[in-house]
């Protein structure tokens, strides 16, 4: 089952600008990470933020955490037209589990 | 190469037949894992492996679906009697170990259609 949902399910942006996007999630968690997909296929690991951090920075990336409202969001700037994908939070939930719970995900155009 | 590489990309297969998808994982991961991805969705998982036993196979939906690797490397995903909805994105990841904080790396997934 989904984890949580993602907002908004698509955005359009010019290249430059910067582009937000939100996740929502709906247990405990032990981290939450950030994956990029292109053309519904391989997913590539952004950046991973544990469930005692606020944020984090990874090069243009800036990612948040707010464990009280279970939701974070990743901020990506100055974007590029490479930048269009599919864009998904995961979570490893608290306890022995270890797989990945995603999200629904956010389609990012960034028009050049 | 050195990334996790699956087979076969695409599969198209009758109602009712085998199937079997296959995943070599990064040399030296432990941990192996394959999900399910739906049109529009976001991957769901079906089981994990920790060297060559099944640590958690709670996300297969059915006993239709099965999953081995007997020698801790190679992952061979097998469905029974595929329906149309099984029709789906097949991914398999791996990384070091099955640690909490560990990054998954993901194949292209194989895209296996039942007509």
């Known amino acids: 089952s989904q984890q949580g949902e993602e907002d908004p399910q698509a955005l359009s942006i010019q290249e430059g600008e910067n582009a937000t996007m939100n996740c929502s999630y709906k247990t405990s968690i032990n981290n939450l990470q950030w994956y990029r997909q292109n053309s519904g296929r391989g997913l590539v690991h952004l950046i991973l933020i544990r469930s005692n951090e606020r944020e984090k920075h990874s090069g243009r990336l800036r990612v948040t955490l707010d464990t009280s409202k279970k939701s974070s969001s990743l901020l990506i700037t100055a974007s590029r037209a490479a930048d269009t994908a599919s864009y998904f939070c995961a979570t490893v939930n608290s306890g022995s589990a270890r797989q990945l719970t995603f999200g629904s995900g956010t389609q990012l155009t960034v028009l050049p | 190469g050195a990334g996790v590489s699956q087979t076969p990309s695409n599969k198209v297969t009758e109602k009712g037949k085998y199937v079997e998808l296959r995943c070599d994982p990064i040399?030296?991961?432990?941990?192996l894992y394959w999900y399910r991805q739906s049109l529009g969705q976001g991957p769901e998982f079906l089981i994990y492996?920790?060297?060559?036993?099944?640590?958690?196979d709670s996300g297969l939906p059915n006993d239709r679906f099965f999953a081995v690797r007997p020698e801790g490397s190679v992952s061979t995903l097998k469905i029974q009697r595929t329906e149309r909805g099984d029709s789906a994105v097949y991914l398999c990841a791996s990384s070091p170990i099955a640690g909490v904080g560990d990054t998954q790396y993901f194949g292209p997934g194989t895209r296996l259609t039942v007509l």
């Open positions: 040399s030296g991961h432990t941990a």
């Open positions: 492996f920790q060297g060559t036993g099944a640590a958690d």
